[in-house]
């Protein structure tokens, strides 16, 4: 467990003490809660010096390590609507998935994750080995696409002739590339939709991990994007309060309202 120093550390103080990672974790439609709090860690000056993320956080990770602001990515996802990514079809999946394609591909200022200005870990379920798969190299919009691909609402995505489907699968924080060192990792409290499940999500825990937990933020699904706005605003409203929160047992918790 990480020693964070005097209990009266708070999270921004311990940020600022040096260089640090930044992990997303998998949660449906949480793209605008990633961004609401990205944009209030960023608001402070507190840039990671590198990012990973499954699934919503992937996509999110990814598009500010390729360099789009999080004003950019904020009006990008604030203006989207189904129909934009909606192409159902025959198949695998009720979503082809090539209008998702289009919009990464039209809105991401680089298509490399090589080409990132920070390093980007993505974390992919491979379906023949049925293991996560740490993608850091190759295309970018292929590589979130099959990061976001949730079985049944998407078709798998083919990279070099092998399928995949969410990184959340396996690895839902996001963090199985992360290398050692200092990570502060958002964690998306609330279950799928399709969850029957009523227990809290488990927290992992890693050497000089702290956990960013904000609790109560609206959900979000393809047929509710208008709540989209509000959980944006909301995470980043309750991320600056985390800011100025104490550290306690390598965990920061606020509600989101």
């Given at each position: 467990?990480?020693?964070?120093?005097?209990?009266k550390?708070?999270?921004?103080d311990?940020?600022?003490?040096?260089?640090?990672g930044?992990?997303?974790?998998?949660?449906?439609?949480?793209?605008?809660?990633?961004?609401?709090?990205?944009?209030?860690?960023l608001?402070?000056?507190?840039?990671?010096?590198?990012?990973?993320?499954?699934?919503?956080?992937?996509?999110?990770?990814?598009?500010?390590?390729?360099?789009?602001?999080?004003?950019?990515?904020?009006?990008?996802?604030?203006?989207?609507?189904r129909?934009?990514f909606w192409?159902?079809?025959?198949?695998?999946?009720?979503?082809?998935?090539?209008?998702?394609?289009?919009?990464?591909?039209?809105?991401?200022p680089?298509?490399r994750i090589?080409?990132?200005?920070?390093?980007?870990?993505?974390s992919?379920f491979?379906?023949l080995?049925?293991?996560?798969?740490?993608l850091?190299?190759?295309?970018l919009?292929?590589a979130?696409?099959?990061?976001?691909?949730?079985?049944?609402?998407?078709?798998?995505?083919?990279?070099?002739?092998?399928p995949?489907?969410?990184?959340?699968?396996?690895?839902?924080?996001?963090?199985?590339?992360v290398?050692?060192?200092?990570?502060l990792?958002?964690?998306?409290?609330?279950?799928?939709?399709?969850?029957?499940?009523?227990?809290?999500?488990?927290?992992?825990?890693?050497?000089?991990?702290v956990?960013?937990?904000?609790?109560?933020?609206?959900?979000?699904?393809?047929?509710?994007?208008?709540?989209?706005?509000?959980?944006?605003?909301?995470?980043a409203?309750?991320?600056?309060?985390?800011?100025?929160?104490?550290?306690?047992?390598?965990?920061?918790?606020?509600?989101?309202?």
């Amino acid at each position: 467990m990480l020693r964070s120093g005097s209990p009266k550390t708070t999270l921004g103080d311990w940020l600022a003490q040096g260089p640090f990672g930044l992990a997303m974790s998998s949660g449906f439609f949480s793209f605008y809660a990633h961004t609401g709090m990205l944009s209030a860690l960023l608001a402070r000056g507190l840039a990671p010096a590198h990012v990973a993320g499954s699934s919503a956080g992937a996509m999110v990770t990814g598009a500010w390590a390729a360099g789009a602001p999080t004003d950019e990515l904020t009006t990008f996802l604030l203006s989207m609507r189904r129909e934009d990514f909606w192409d159902p079809g025959v198949g695998a999946g009720l979503l082809a998935g090539k209008k998702f394609d289009g919009l990464l591909r039209k809105f991401l200022p680089v298509a490399r994750i090589e080409a990132c200005r920070v390093p980007v870990r993505i974390s992919a379920f491979d379906i023949l080995g049925r293991r996560t798969t740490v993608l850091d190299r190759g295309d970018l919009p292929t590589a979130i696409r099959a990061s976001c691909a949730v079985p049944a609402m998407f078709r798998p995505v083919w990279i070099d002739r092998r399928p995949y489907w969410d990184g959340g699968i396996l690895d839902r924080p996001g963090i199985a590339g992360v290398p050692p060192g200092r990570l502060l990792f958002h964690h998306i409290s609330a279950h799928a939709p399709w969850s029957r499940s009523n227990a809290p999500l488990e927290i992992p825990t890693r050497r000089e991990m702290v956990t960013l937990v904000l609790d109560d933020l609206p959900r979000v699904n393809p047929f509710r994007l208008e709540a989209g706005r509000q959980a944006l605003h909301e995470a980043a409203a309750a991320t600056a309060r985390a800011l100025d929160q104490p550290i306690d047992r390598d965990l920061v918790r606020v509600p989101a309202r």
